[in-house]
T-cell receptor, first 114, second 115 residues
């Protein structure tokens, strides 16, 4: 079985401050990990993905995430928040080694305060 | 390259009715997955289709069904609608199940309201 846990359903940061959204996963085999972003009344957009290559993954809009196997974590960061980053962010896991469905976390809503 | 197209974008139905939602994946993508998104339950996996075959199914009642056509377009159907079926239904496409590290491309969703 696979699962992800996102700590904090709501996170507020000031514009220009560091963004840190937490994700811990559980997987019986090496996982593939993803971060998606959702703007109001829209579908989800892929921000970045870890697929067993480099542990530090860079994505779109200045976001990056680091895969830490020892901590079973895949936290999303951005050095400086922008107002346009306000959205809901979802961490997701898929087991590697054959087709498996993707399991999503419960999401973290990011508020950026001017 | 066109994205994932879901129609209609908004739908209002009455309890007891049935509804059909449509999804056209990215050209060349053969796998289509459906998710239900609600504020209380988050993203819940409904089912996944590849080459007109349902390959995976979530824990939803039999009122929820789907199919995929030879051109990879997919439809999902919900019969005997209940108030709790009100949700955003999202369709996601990927090249095929063998490319598991591709990630999904999502459509904008269909907002279903049951009254």
């Amino acid at each position: 079985a696979q699962s992800v846990t996102q700590l904090g359903s709501h996170v507020s940061v000031s514009e220009g401050a560091l963004v840190l959204l937490r994700c811990n996963y559980s997987s019986s085999v090496p996982p593939y990990l993803f971060w998606y972003v959702q703007y109001p009344n829209q579908g989800l957009q892929l921000l970045l993905k870890y697929t067993s290559a480099a542990t530090l993954v860079k994505g779109i809009n200045g976001f990056e995430a680091e895969f830490k196997k020892s901590e079973t974590s895949f936290h999303l960061t951005k050095p400086s928040a922008h107002m346009s980053d306000a959205a809901e962010y979802f961490c997701a896991v898929m087991n590697s080694g054959g087709y498996q469905k993707v399991t999503f976390g419960t999401g973290t809503k990011l508020q950026v305060i001017p | 390259k066109a994205g994932v197209t879901q129609t209609p974008r908004y739908l209002i139905k009455t309890r007891g009715q049935q509804v059909t939602l449509s999804c056209s994946p990215i050209s060349g993508h053969r796998s289509v997955s459906w998710y239900q998104q609600t504020p209380g339950q988050g993203l819940q996996f409904l089912f996944e289709y590849f080459s007109e075959t349902q390959r995976n199914k979530g824990n939803f009642p039999g009122r929820f069904s789907g199919r995929q056509f030879s051109n990879s377009r997919s439809e999902m159907n919900v019969s005997t609608l209940e108030l709790g079926d009100s949700a955003l239904y999202l369709c996601a496409s990927s090249p095929d199940p063998g490319q598991t590290n591709y990630g999904y491309t999502f459509g904008s969703g269909t907002r279903l309201t049951v009254v």
